[in-house]
Every structure is written in structure tokens, then in C-alpha cells.
């Protein structure tokens, strides 16, 4: 027993000195793309309407293997019904801006020491996967450019529609993958999709499919900088 108490303190004392070893601070750049699903894209991804995204996030890595992320990401989505072969008769068509405030928890499957027990660093690559909480802000703008004269049968009420969300709620989530490169440097690549829980991302409800969510997606080469340095605090 006496042992073990002894053994304890030790323990916690050990834990706690490879957890500042491994804490430390990042912050960096997305250059990505951005794509979406839903009422105008309902079987799959279009990939003609792919837009370019970008954004900027702080990390804080808490261990090896488990850190957070806050991000701001901004980019674009739309979606026509021209792509699909079962909608192109309907021709509505819809584009909007999309600024994207979130944060992440992340898990590391193979964080490693960025140090050796030399002060030297250690390059290695890892995947990772993330889940957390945003908040998405759109200005969706809806169309039906067809014939006037048949607007009545594709549309059951006028664009735009009233009533809808601009601001939505959404869980991001996905994987990626990092490379510690340098000292100070990593790069890596990350995917994620982002569900709404709402139908009015595209600006259609009644004149799509509202029992069915809208989601969107960034996916992209990351690029950031260790802020704080923890070979110094060892």
C-alpha cells in the first residue's frame, strides 16, 4: 500500500509533465473547395458546380492524440437543376455565400512526441477525425428560368420562397490528415460535411423535397504555424 502511494504522486507527476510536453498552440490557413447536396442535387454531388472556399483556425493540442480546433471558413455553393437528367424539366438553379463559424473536437489515431528526448523533431504524419458544433450564414438565391408560361406546374408556391432560414445550425464533421514537417510547420489535407438540419440552404422548401436536409462540404490543403513552442518548456 505504502508502495502504491508512494507510486501515485509519481504517476500523476509524469502525466502531467507529458501533457505540457505535448500542449501547444497552432494556427493556420484552408485553401479548399466547397460543394453541396440537396433539393437541386438530390441523387449525388455535382462536381461542375464545385467553388473554391478558404477559412482560418486556432488550434490547441491538449496531448498527442486529442486537440480543438475553432475555425472561421467561407466560400460558396450552388446548384442546378440542368445537371440532373430527372430535374433538368423543372429549371430552378440556386447559388449562395456561405460564412462558417465552428468548433471541433479532434482525435489523432498516431500523435507522436514532436520532440525526442534531445530536443530534436520528430517528422510524422497522422489522420485524424473531428466533430463539433457551427453556426452557417447564407443569403440563398433561387430561380426558375424557364418558360413563364409553365412556372405553374413546377412551382407550388413563388421564388423566393417566404420564411426561410439564412442562419443554420450544423455539426461539422470529418477526417483528415497532418504531416509535421518542420519545427514550426504542418501541412496536411481535410475533408468535411456539414448537415444543416434544415431544408432551406438551397433557398427551396416547398418547391423541392422538405423532408429531406440539406448539407454542403469543404474539403481542402491546410497550411499552419505551432504558435507556441513546447521543446522549450520541457
Same mark, same amino acid.
Given at each position: 500500500?505504502?508502495?502504491?502511494?508512494?507510486?501515485?504522486?509519481?504517476?500523476c507527476?509524469?502525466?502531467?509533465?507529458?501533457? &505540457?510536453?505535448?500542449?501547444?498552440?497552432?494556427?493556420?490557413?484552408?485553401?479548399?473547395?466547397?460543394?453541396?447536396?440537396?433539393?437541386?442535387?438530390?441523387?449525388?454531388?455535382?462536381?461542375?458546380?464545385?467553388q473554391?472556399?478558404?477559412?482560418?483556425?486556432?488550434?490547441?493540442?491538449?496531448?498527442?492524440?486529442?486537440?480543438?480546433?475553432?475555425?472561421?471558413?467561407?466560400?460558396?455553393?450552388?446548384?442546378?437543376?440542368?445537371?440532373?437528367?430527372?430535374?433538368?424539366?423543372?429549371?430552378?438553379?440556386?447559388?449562395?455565400?456561405?460564412?462558417?463559424?465552428?468548433?471541433?473536437?479532434e482525435?489523432?489515431?498516431?500523435? &507522436?512526441?514532436?520532440?525526442?528526448?534531445?530536443?530534436?523533431?520528430?517528422?510524422?504524419?497522422?489522420?485524424?477525425?473531428?466533430?463539433?458544433?457551427?453556426?452557417?450564414?447564407?443569403?440563398?438565391?433561387?430561380?426558375?428560368?424557364?418558360?413563364?408560361?409553365?412556372?405553374?406546374?413546377?412551382?407550388?408556391?413563388?421564388l423566393?420562397?417566404?420564411?426561410?432560414?439564412?442562419?443554420?445550425?450544423?455539426?461539422?464533421?470529418?477526417?483528415?490528415?497532418?504531416?509535421?514537417?518542420?519545427?514550426?510547420?504542418?501541412?496536411?489535407?481535410?475533408?468535411?460535411?456539414?448537415?444543416?438540419?434544415?431544408?432551406?440552404?438551397?433557398?427551396?422548401?416547398?418547391?423541392?423535397?422538405?423532408?429531406?436536409?440539406?448539407?454542403?462540404?469543404?474539403?481542402?490543403?491546410?497550411?499552419?504555424?505551432?504558435?507556441?513552442?513546447?521543446k522549450?518548456? &520541457?
Open positions: 500500500m505504502k508502495k502504491l502511494l508512494f507510486l501515485l504522486p509519481l504517476l507527476s509524469l502525466s502531467a509533465v507529458s501533457a &505540457q510536453r505535448n500542449s501547444y498552440f497552432e494556427a493556420g490557413f484552408l485553401f479548399g473547395l466547397t460543394n453541396y447536396s440537396g433539393d437541386i442535387a438530390e441523387s449525388s454531388i455535382e462536381i461542375s458546380e464545385t473554391p472556399g478558404y477559412g482560418i483556425y486556432f488550434r490547441y493540442h491538449f496531448s498527442k492524440n486529442v486537440s480543438v480546433k475553432a475555425h472561421v471558413y467561407s466560400g460558396s455553393i450552388s446548384g442546378d437543376d440542368a445537371n440532373s437528367a430527372n430535374l433538368k424539366m423543372r429549371k430552378l438553379r440556386f447559388s449562395t455565400s456561405i460564412v462558417e463559424f465552428g468548433a471541433v473536437a482525435w489523432k489515431f498516431f500523435g &507522436q512526441e514532436r520532440y525526442s528526448s534531445t530536443g530534436i523533431h520528430n517528422f510524422f504524419v497522422t489522420p485524424y477525425a473531428f466533430l463539433g458544433l457551427g453556426l452557417s450564414y447564407t443569403d440563398p438565391k433561387a430561380e426558375y428560368y424557364g418558360d413563364p408560361k409553365e412556372s405553374e406546374k413546377y412551382l407550388r408556391t413563388p423566393p420562397e417566404e420564411g426561410l432560414n439564412k442562419t443554420f445550425l450544423l455539426a461539422p464533421m470529418g477526417i483528415g490528415l497532418r504531416a509535421d514537417v518542420l519545427d514550426r510547420l504542418v501541412v496536411g489535407i481535410e475533408g468535411g460535411w456539414r448537415p444543416v438540419f434544415s431544408d432551406d440552404l438551397d433557398g427551396i422548401r416547398v418547391n423541392g423535397n422538405p423532408g429531406k436536409g440539406d448539407w454542403y462540404y469543404f474539403a481542402g490543403l491546410t497550411v499552419s504555424f505551432i504558435l507556441s513552442d513546447p522549450r518548456r &520541457q
